[in-house]
C-alpha cells in the first residue's frame, strides 16, 4: 500500500502530531527526499539575493557556477555557502522537505574556506531551471 500526504500550512500543533506519528511507525514510512520542482521553488525563493545568483547561474551553465563568473563586481565569496545551508535546514524546520535531503548546491575548491565554484548536480540542473522559470513568472 502506498499512502502519499501534503499538507498545505498546517498549524505547529497538526505538523507535530503529524510527524510524531510517522516517526512512531517509521520503520514502515519511506521518506521521499526527491528534489521536486515545487521543493525547489521554495528553496529557491527563500535564498537571500546573492545566493539565489549562485544557484541561477550554476543552473544556466549545467551545473557549475566558477569563481570568476561569481566576482564579476570584485567582491568575496565568503558567507555564501552558509545562506544555502541555512535554507535547506530551514525547509527541514518549517515542514517544507524532509530532513535527509541533499544540498541541492555545493562549494567546490581546495579547502581552508576557499571557494572555487558552485555545483549543482547534473541531475538537478533541469529541475532547478524550470524552479527558477516557475519563480520569475510568479515574480
Do not use: C
Request: no cysteine; charged share 30%.
Amino acid at each position: 500500500m502506498r499512502i502519499t500526504v501534503t499538507v498545505d500550512d498546517p498549524t505547529d500543533d497538526f505538523r507535530d502530531r503529524l510527524l510524531a506519528l510517522l516517526e512512531e511507525h517509521a520503520a514502515h514510512v519511506d521518506t521521499d527526499a526527491t528534489w521536486t520542482v515545487e521543493r525547489a521553488v521554495r528553496y529557491y525563493r527563500s535564498l537571500p539575493a546573492r545566493a539565489r545568483r549562485i544557484v541561477r547561474m550554476a543552473a544556466a551553465n549545467g551545473g557549475f557556477v566558477g569563481d570568476d563568473e561569481l566576482r564579476t563586481d570584485g567582491g568575496s565569496l565568503r558567507g555564501h555557502s552558509g545562506a544555502l545551508k541555512r535554507v535547506l535546514e530551514r525547509g527541514v524546520r518549517e515542514g517544507w522537505w524532509p530532513a535527509g535531503m541533499r544540498p541541492p548546491i555545493e562549494a567546490r575548491g581546495p579547502g581552508f574556506g576557499k571557494v572555487k565554484g558552485y555545483s549543482l548536480p547534473v541531475d538537478l540542473v533541469e529541475v532547478f531551471g524550470t524552479a527558477i522559470e516557475r519563480h520569475d513568472d510568479q515574480g
